[in-house]
């Protein structure tokens, strides 16, 4: 019953930034992302709860990566700075209107993705 729309994914050389959006038909409890390399498993990389007042991070992106929504909860973003080569995926936005940790494990919602390339 709800449709994610990613954008804002491309090219770009390493140390640079690149802002992701992720629409929502419908309002929801908590989003997140997810990304895939090439011959990799999906990994999770950040979400947030309905308030935006709680976060979780990966390892590997913590300093790094910002999460974030809108006051509607419709629209949520991920801020990628000091973007690494080993960032190089498709990434996947995600929602559930369960708590943060269900998205974290099992979101019932998932975009299409959008590719994010990273250049030496």
């Known amino acids: 019953q709800v449709q994610l729309v990613e954008s804002g994914g491309g090219f770009v050389q390493a140390g640079g930034s690149l802002r992701l959006s992720c629409a929502a038909s419908?309002?929801?409890?908590?989003m997140g992302w997810f990304r895939q390399a090439p011959g990799k498993e999906r990994e999770f990389v950040a979400a947030?709860?309905?308030?935006?007042?709680?976060?979780r991070y990966a390892d590997s992106v913590k300093g790094r990566f910002i999460i974030s929504r809108d006051n509607a909860g419709n629209t949520e973003y991920l801020q990628m700075n000091s973007l690494k080569p080993e960032d190089t995926a498709v990434y996947y936005c995600?929602?559930?209107?369960?708590?943060?940790?269900?998205?974290?494990?099992?979101?019932?919602?998932w975009g299409q993705g959008t590719q994010v390339t990273v250049s030496s």
């Open positions: 995600a929602a559930t209107f369960g708590s943060i940790e269900t998205v974290k494990i099992s979101p019932s919602y």
């Open positions: 419908r309002r929801t409890l908590s």
């Open positions: 947030i709860n309905w308030s935006g007042t709680s976060t």
